[in-house]
C-alpha cells in the first residue's frame, strides 16, 4: 500500500511539473527557448503523411476586383449545422508558392486541417490563398536595425473579399484566425497590422514582422515560432516585435534552438496549433 502511495505522488508530482512546463511555454509575455529536439521517426512520418493528403475537398474559388483577382481554395467543416457559427482560419502560402496554379499554396498549414482528428475535433472553414506574386517584402528599419514587412494591393483584395465572405457564410466572426509560414508569416504580420479588428488570434512562423500599427494588436493573441538557426529570414526582426510587445501585449515567442527555415515545421508545432488558436477568442 505504501508503494502505491509513493509511486501515485511521483505520478502526480511529473504530471503537475509537465503540465506546469506546456502551460509556461504558451503564457503571453514570455519566450520560450525550445531544447534541441531532433525529429523522431514518428514525427517526420506525421510530417509526410500530412504532405500526402489528397486537398480535393478544398474547393476553388476567386477574388476579383476592378484591376486584380486572386486565387484562393477553401475547406468547409464536414457538416454544417445552418444554426451554428463557425471559425475561419486563413492560411498564408511562402514564397515557393507564389503561382496561379491554386495548387502550390497547399502545404503542411493547409493540409494540417484535413487531418481526420482535426475535421472532428476542430470544425472550420479553412481559406488558403494562393498569390501571383510576393504577398510581402522586406527593407531595412534603420531605426530598429532589423528587417520589416510591408504587403501589397493583393493582401488588401483579399481582407476585403474575406470580410464579405464572413457576412455570407456561417462564419463566427469572433474567431477569425491567420496563420503563415515564411513570406506567409510575414504576411500574417501585415494582415493584423492592417484588419486588427478582423482577427482573433495570429500564428507568424518564420515570417518578418510588422511594426507600424503595435498600438492596435495589444489584446490580439499573436504566437511566434522561429528557429534560431534561420539563415533564410533571420529570427531577428521577430525578437524584436516580441520585445516590444511583451509587456502590454498578448504576444508569446517559441525560438527552436536547432532548427533552420525548411525544418520548422514539426509534429510537436502542428499538433500544438488547432489547440492554441481554438482557445483565442475576441
Known amino acids: 500500500m505504501k508503494k ?55 474547393k476553388e474559388g476567386q477574388f476579383k476586383d476592378e484591376k486584380k483577382s486572386l486565387k484562393y481554395r477553401i475547406l468547409s467543416p464536414e457538416k454544417i449545422n445552418p444554426d451554428e457559427k463557425y471559425p475561419l482560419i486563413v492560411v498564408f502560402h511562402g514564397s515557393g508558392a507564389i503561382g496561379l ?8 498549414l493547409s493540409k494540417m486541417w484535413l487531418i481526420p482528428e482535426n475535421r472532428k475535433n476542430y470544425p472550420a472553414f479553412v481559406i ?37 465572405m464572413a457576412n455570407s457564410k456561417n462564419i463566427d466572426r469572433s474567431r477569425i484566425y491567420v496563420i503563415g509560414f515564411s513570406m506567409g508569416g510575414a504576411t500574417t504580420s501585415n494582415a493584423i497590422s492592417t ?33 534560431s538557426l534561420d539563415t533564410d529570414n533571420f529570427p531577428q526582426s521577430n525578437i524584436r516585435f516580441y520585445e516590444e510587445m511583451k509587456e502590454e501585449g498578448q504576444v508569446l ?16 508545432l502542428v499538433d500544438a496549433i488547432p489547440k492554441w488558436l481554438f482557445n483565442q477568442k475576441k
Not at 44 to 50: D, E, G, N, P
Open 101 to 108: 496554379d491554386n495548387r502550390s499554396q497547399m502545404g503542411v
Open 195 to 227: 484588419r486588427p479588428d478582423l482577427f482573433a488570434a495570429a500564428i507568424n512562423v518564420s515570417g518578418i514582422s510588422q511594426f507600424n500599427n503595435n498600438k492596435n494588436l495589444l489584446k490580439t493573441p499573436i504566437w511566434i515560432v522561429h528557429g
Open 4 to 58: 502505491k502511495v509513493i509511486k501515485f505522488f511521483l505520478f502526480l508530482l511529473v504530471f503537475c511539473f509537465f503540465q506546469s512546463c506546456v502551460s509556461q511555454k504558451m503564457q503571453f509575455g514570455t519566450k520560450t527557448e525550445m531544447p534541441d529536439s531532433k525529429d523522431s521517426t514518428q514525427s517526420l512520418a506525421r510530417i509526410s503523411f500530412i504532405k500526402s493528403l489528397d486537398y480535393s475537398e478544398f
Open 253 to 268: 515567442f517559441w525560438e527552436f534552438k536547432d532548427k533552420y527555415h525548411n525544418n520548422i515545421l514539426s509534429a510537436q
Open 128 to 164: 488558403a490563398p494562393q498569390f501571383p506574386v510576393r504577398s510581402s517584402n522586406y527593407h531595412l528599419d534603420e531605426t530598429r536595425g532589423v528587417q520589416v514587412s510591408e504587403s501589397n494591393e493583393y493582401l488588401d483584395l483579399f481582407l476585403k473579399s474575406v470580410d464579405s
